[in-house]
Nanobody, 120 residues
Framework: QVQLVESGGGLVQPGGSLRLSCTAS????????MGWYRQAPGKERELIAR???????NDADSVKGRFTISRDNAKNTVYLQMNSLSPEDTAVYYC??????????????WGKGTLVTVSS
């Protein structure tokens, strides 16, 4: 019913920047929240940032001042601007959204992930 597709990952040098995008499509009535997670090798998946329908975004302490989440509701798209990247940021980045479909039923959906590699 709903698909999330991430884009924008790739190889970047330390100190560089990337902008990730995630677009939701399908039988969408509304998206109540969207967020970004990441999972590095040997570590569990962790929350980076999330935007709920109202209010300010919630960011993890480890990325405050470097990463910025934003959302374009008209395009069903969430972005993650990543600056001052370090090798510790290397991970697969996943998009997540709580989507209410046209049936009126809501649930979490996940993208397949996009790989970000920070290396010289």
């Amino acid at each position: 019913q709903v698909q999330l597709v991430e884009s924008g990952g790739g190889l970047v040098q330390p100190g560089g920047s990337l902008r990730l995008s995630c677009t939701a499509s399908g039988s969408i009535l509304r998206i109540n929240s969207m967020g970004w997670y990441r999972q590095a090798p040997g570590k569990e998946r962790e929350l980076i940032a999330r935007i709920i329908g109202g209010g300010s975004p919630n960011d993890a302490d480890s990325v405050k001042g470097r990463f910025t989440i934003s959302r374009d509701n008209a395009k069903n798209t969430v972005y993650l601007q990543m600056n001052s990247l370090s090798p510790e940021d290397t991970a697969v980045y996943y998009c997540n959204a709580f989507v209410v479909t046209t049936t009126g039923y809501g649930m979490d959906y996940w993208g397949k992930g996009t790989l970000v590699t920070v290396s010289s």
